[in-house]
């Protein structure tokens, strides 16, 4: 195979990959709602996400790269959650210290035990899809609780 067919593979390749990612980067029209909710009280936001790597080629052009300040990808980044690198980074990128920063997340990987190490406060939300998706690690949370990410603006309120 010549090295031409071998980098049209490639494209190929990383096109269905892409492709993939972006069928997965659909967000709910509410969810949508309430992160430009979130961004119009002028909260920065950030994503912290154990996701594949066709999430991470997709999310450049997906619609919710535009609606959040930074985005930490474990398979990029080399480490996976509860990681505190991790935690460490996203506050970075966000330019926030850890104890201005709610985590927010459905607690596969501990997730939610990783952010209240870092410092942060967390929050579990429900996860959304069939009862077999693919989560790794749930454990155990005692901490707050919300039904759907879209409860997030009104919980921040109350907690203002």
Known sequence: MSSTDRAQRR???????????????????????????????????????DASAEIVAAWPSGPLAALVDAAVFSCTAGAVKPDQRLYGRICAELDAPSDQVLYVGDGGGDELRGALAAGMAAVAVRRRGPTNALAFGDTDWSGP???TAEHLPAYLAERA
């Open 11 to 49: 494209g190929r390749s990383q096109t269905s990959c892409e492709r993939s990612g972006e069928l997965r980067l659909v967000p709910a029209p509410s969810v949508v709602y309430a992160l430009k909710s979130l961004r119009a009280k002028r909260l920065r936001l950030g994503i912290l996400s």
């Open 145 to 147: 609780f919300l039904d």
